[in-house]
């Protein structure tokens, strides 16, 4: 038995240290493999099937909404770089150049992509010449390097996979309107798809993106009660047009520059579902992303019939449209157990002798460990109708998580003593002065995450400094 336990023992408990948990599940899941290049993963088939299914999800959705797909350069001419001030000033400490080719010294430094901005700009400005082309609605799947200082798997790399959507428009408006629909893509997939509720909003002028005229954000709660950033959508203006001469000849033969959205969601959303989800037994993955729906796993395999019938059950399952697997290894069925909780596979189907005889199998949910005995008659049904629930139950888990770790506070005193005791989000009025703004940051390390479209008035002036309040801002500890 003291082996059945070792997969599990090795995790640290979330209470006890929530960081090396995390750690602890990222390789015991085999999600990914640290790598002899500083601050860059290795993705294993487990984490990667994940990504494939976001992957796969987002691309229908982005492709629904009229969007097609494109590939950009990984080289960005310094040059090109630098044509966007306010862009290249915020990206200047995480770009990496490329210096030299074979033996070459080249003439103008190459930056690897740190996001694509300045690549779709030039593509346009050569492509855009009349109304008739717009809108341009491009995406792309690629990966982006930041040479960050601290890296943790999926949360932070040096590299890492994302999609960048850009769009170019004909009037301010389109523009706007695509900015929040995308955003409202990326909401709607966190929640349908991941069982993870976001909080919905614009970012503050200090914390949207380089370039950016305005940044919206999705803001997760985890666990810890710290919040992730999930994917950003940003409405850039006329500001790249302009620094990139994009301009088109309206129906009046008059030019206009056009304007520019841009939105994106990475690997980091990886990270989202192991700390919304995840339990000191490991990943629990929403069967709507799970590459593993249902492991069937035989009882006392070497008696006769029992492996037949659990290849039997394999096929059924499959043939319902279930992604099943079979674990036919000769490990005990109880590390057997353990390693389908940890990887996070929604149920287990276990079949052995008994249940033979009685025309039955046990399905084991790995949201609860409820068991329920099944008729092999009813099995796929049976099967699909747990799936639904379980993917009912997370995201009402994940909701009543965040609503218990949201909190109110209508004075700084409050603020600070919620900051300091309490883990999550905190509402609160903000006059709009970025020197509030600092303040906050500088007296509780918390950040603004969003101003929520949702607006509450909970005090008439700012908590910080007395001024009139303008908007109530979702503040927390953010990684």
């Known amino acids: 038995m003291a082996k059945e336990k070792k997969l599990v023992e090795s995790i640290t408990s979330m209470s006890e240290d929530f960081a090396q948990w995390y750690t602890d599940v990222v390789k015991k899941a085999e999600l990914v493999e640290y790598s002899n290049v500083r601050g860059c993963m290795i993705i294993r088939p487990n984490g990667y099937a994940i990504w494939e299914n976001i992957q796969k999800e987002l691309d229908r959705r982005f492709k629904e909404t009229g969007v097609e797909n494109v590939y950009m350069p990984m080289f960005i001419p310094e040059s090109l770089l630098q044509k966007e001030k306010d862009h290249v000033e915020g990206f200047a400490p995480e770009v990496a150049w490329v210096t030299q080719g074979g033996l070459e010294t080249l003439p103008e430094r190459l930056c690897v992509r740190p996001t694509s901005e300045t690549l779709f700009c030039d593509f346009y400005s050569r492509i855009i010449q009349s109304h008739r082309d717009l809108p341009k609605l491009y995406n792309q799947w690629c990966s982006v390097v930041r040479w960050e200082k601290t890296t943790r798997p999926f949360l932070r790399s040096a590299e890492f996979l994302w999609q960048e959507g850009h769009t170019a428009h004909a009037t301010e408006e389109e523009a706007e309107a695509r900015t929040i629909q995308m955003l409202n893509v990326y909401a709607d997939f966190c929640e349908e798809e991941l069982a993870i509720p976001v909080i919905k909003g614009r970012k503050t002028d200090k914390e949207k993106f380089a370039g950016a005229h ?31 001469d994009i301009q088109y000849s309206d129906s009046q033969n008059q030019l206009q520059y056009v ?4 939105w994106g969601m990475s690997t980091r959303i990886i990270g989202a579902l192991i700390m919304v989800h995840g339990d000191d037994s490991g990943l629990k993955l929403p069967p709507r992303i799970a590459p593993v729906q249902a492991m069937v796993i035989p009882i006392s395999q070497r008696k006769e019939g029992v492996m037949e019938k659990a290849a039997s059950l394999r096929d059924v399952l499959k043939e319902a449209g279930i992604r099943v697997k079979l674990d036919d290894s ?47 008659d009813e099995l796929a049904e049976k099967a699909k109708e747990i799936l639904d629930c379980i993917q009912k139950d997370m995201l009402a888990r994940a909701k009543e998580h965040l609503k218990e770790h949201t909190y109110v506070a209508r004075d700084y005193e409050e603020f600070k003593k919620i900051v300091a005791e309490k883990p999550g989000f905190v509402k609160m009025m903000w006059c709009g002065d970025e020197a509030c703004e600092l303040k906050i940051k500088e007296d509780t390390t ?13 005090t008439d002036v700012c908590p910080v400094c007395g001024k009139p309040a303008k908007t109530m801002v979702y503040w927390g500890k953010a990684y």
């Not at 149920?347 to 949201?367: C, L, T, Y």
């Open 446 to 458: 918390a950040t603004s995450r969003c101003m929520p479209f949702e607006q509450e008035q909970i």
């Open 259 to 262: 304007h520019q959205t841009s």
């Open 330 to 376: 000769d490990k005990s069925p109880g590390w057997k157990f353990s390693e389908q909780e940890m990887r996070g596979i929604p149920i287990r189907v276990e079949i052995g002798p008994k249940d033979m005889e009685q025309n039955q199998a046990v399905i084991v949910r790995r949201d609860t460990r409820e068991k329920l005995v099944v008729s092999l």
């Open 214 to 244: 305005s940044t919206y954000t999705i803001e997760a709660l985890m666990h810890d009660g710290k919040a992730l950033q999930s994917g950003t959508s940003h409405n850039f203006g006329d500001g790249f047009a302009k620094a990139f």
